[in-house]
């Protein structure tokens, strides 16, 4: 099968033994009676499963190329199962310029478990070896990062993870399935958070891995039983509803993000564009390697260069909406510094390149001249 033909039907076919509903049917029950102990068709408690996470997470495997999907409560609830995986002493590489809440679960959460977290620069994949020794074990890659838009070459990375013996997962949020598909270039997991473009419709919070080895999916599902952040029966159907859909929003995504970033390059009053499509974006050639179109997500800078500066045109914006999050099908505008990465001390911040002029911009499916005039008028 291939990708449109997955959102639509992979994992959703005969879910409905009873009366061979067409949708998989919003299971909502927490538990499920047995005709003996043990004897059950399959589900017993709907923690450990239940039929709609199922066709969910069938789902997610297949327009993913993996073999095992998993589902969480939020995304953050997914990095949280994978950093189960580890020990006190163990470490990790990840991304430097990452989702702000991955930030603040590493390094105020988990280091004090005593995971070690390097924070590094992953353009150039020859920059992760310096950080390897004999307690890492895993590479964490957000690609394109949040909201810096920076591309990391997912396959060259995974040479290094396989050279040294190393787990890599890559948070495929931005890209989506339908751009990239890390298994594919050699990560062991890809993790979402489907409450943006998977879900695509702002009106679920939820999270996924998916991989394709057997034991690892085994010890994933232990920690999602034995720890609890499932996602329940109504949201997995909500995503499941936006799978379907996932290749025909994400088309028009790029086609307006790609609309919108053309517009503010031209823009007297924007300073710099950070969308990967144009061809003097430093990691360009890998976004045009590894996705299959650059996206619905564009961040900027204003002329004047303040927070204040910023402020003023996502308040003056009409269209977009100012709201935290993104990947749903209206457009949003966000101040990083003070919204989704204020939890990135500012030192940190200003060191990865988000400045407190920085403006970041999910671009819905809306008409594009709305968006464009709506963008204009906020600028002036
Ligand atoms: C939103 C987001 C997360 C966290 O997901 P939640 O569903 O909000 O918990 C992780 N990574 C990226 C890139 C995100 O945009």
Known sequence: MKFNTKTIHGGQKDVDPAYGSVMPPIYQTSTFSQTTPGGHKGFEYSR????TRAALEKSL??????????????GLAAIDAVLKLFK??????STNDLYGGSYRLFTQIFEDFGLKFHFVGMQDADKIAEHINENTKLIWV???????MNVIDIEAVSQVAKKNDLLLAVDNTFATP?????????????????TKYIGGHSDLVMGSLVVKDDELADRLYFIQNASGAICGPQDSFLALRGIKTLHIRVQRHCENGKAVAHFLKNHPKVDHVYWPGFEDHPNHDIAKKQMKDYGGMVSFTTTEDSKEGAVKVVEKLKVFTLAESLGGVESLAGHPASMTHASIPKEQREKI???????????????EEDLLADLEQALD
């Open 178 to 194: 339908y751009l990239q598909q890390p298994l594919d270039l050699g990560a062991d997991i890809v993790m979402h958070s489907a």
């Open 142 to 148: 957000e690609t394109p990062t949040n909201p810096m």
């Open 88 to 93: 006190p002493g163990d470490e990790i590489i």
């Open 48 to 51: 450990s499963g239940n039929p």
């Open 61 to 74: 495997a297949s327009i993913e190329n993996g073999k095992h999907g998993v589902a969480f409560a939020s």
């Open 353 to 367: 390149g988000i400045k407190d002029s920085l403006i970041r911009l999910s671009v819905g499916i809306e008409d």
